[in-house]
């Protein structure tokens, strides 16, 4: 048994939720917040069966897209400088998947 943790893009959970239990896969939500952005995401833990990996991969895969984005990030370049806000392409989205083995799982 494996237990996937994906944090996803808050636009994208809806979307990818419903296509995992639609599948019947079990799911909790966690909501969580980015470091880089301080921007919204979300944390699903998602409990599988080893043969179901490759399925459950490639829903993530086609529901969490990347794309790019252009905000606005404060600077400071030189002690006593006043704070210059710029624009800043960066890229979002996609999903990140840490994949562990269970070694007991019980259901009360």
């Given at each position: 048994?494996?237990?996937?943790?994906?944090?996803?893009?808050?636009?994208?959970?809806?979307?990818?939720?419903?296509?995992?239990?639609?599948?019947?896969?079990?799911?909790?939500?966690?909501?969580?917040?980015?470091?880089?952005?301080?921007?919204?995401?979300?944390?699903?833990?998602?409990?599988?069966?080893?043969?179901?990996?490759?399925?459950?991969?490639?829903?993530?895969?086609?529901?969490?897209?990347?794309?790019?984005?252009?905000?606005?990030?404060?600077?400071?370049?030189?002690?006593?400088?006043?704070?210059?806000?710029?624009p800043l392409e960066v890229k979002v989205g996609g999903a990140t998947l840490f994949i562990l083995?269970?070694?007991?799982?019980?259901?009360?």
């Amino acid at each position: 048994m494996k237990l996937i943790v994906a944090i996803v893009q808050d636009q994208d959970a809806p979307s990818l939720i419903e296509d995992l239990t639609e599948k019947e896969f079990r799911i909790t939500k966690l909501s969580s917040t980015g470091g880089f952005l301080k921007a919204g995401n979300t944390t699903l833990l998602i409990g599988i069966e080893d043969e179901q990996l490759d399925e459950v991969i490639k829903i993530i895969e086609n529901n969490c897209k990347t794309r790019e984005i252009t905000t606005s990030l404060l600077t400071v370049t030189m002690p006593g400088d006043t704070y210059i806000p710029y624009p800043l392409e960066v890229k979002v989205g996609g999903a990140t998947l840490f994949i562990l083995e269970v070694e007991k799982h019980i259901r009360i």
